[in-house]
């Protein structure tokens, strides 16, 4: 079902939350389906793994949208990581900030990883606001001198 959909095109145009909610909600229904007929304990079992696999699925989808935005936008002011991302699948080089997505077997920024990034995003952004307010008010300033001494004479 879920295969020949390319999340991450789709999570670029839409909100990616509800996306992700409604997508929820079509697997439980999907699932209630599968099982409402079936007394079949293998058919039960397979329908459930479906189930857990389509929801992991689409939830890690979601994560890592929610982690490579906030990545690009930390590029583009150049801030670095909270912490180097892992290159194995050991615990120990894991930091707080990493987990790790089983169905795309990469790390993405979790929601400690991702916070400590937006607050220096914020802080780098009140900088910059605060830098060219500074710089308009002294240019508006001067042109208000020039009006002034210009109406003046």
């Known amino acids: 079902m879920f295969k020949n959909l390319h999340f991450r095109k789709w999570f670029s145009k839409i909100n990616p939350r509800k996306f992700a909610i409604k997508m929820e909600k079509e697997i439980e229904q999907d699932f209630h389906n ?16 479906d189930r857990d696999y389509n929801l992991q699925y689409t939830w890690e989808t979601f994560e890592i949208y929610l982690s490579d935005k906030i990545i690009h936008k930390s590029y583009k002011y150049d801030i670095p990581l909270p912490s180097p991302r892992p290159q194995s699948n050991t615990e120990e080089e894991v930091g707080t900030e990493w987990s790790y997505a089983g169905t795309y077997y990469q790390y993405y920024l979790n929601d400690c990883g991702r916070f400590e990034l937006k607050k220096k995003i914020k802080e780098e952004q009140k900088w910059v606001k605060d830098k060219i307010s500074f710089y308009v008010s002294i240019i508006f300033g001067v042109l208000g001198l020039i009006v002034g001494v210009l109406s003046q004479i």
């Open 34 to 49: 599968a099982t409402k007929d079936s007394l079949d304990r293998n058919e039960l079992q397979r329908a459930q793994t």
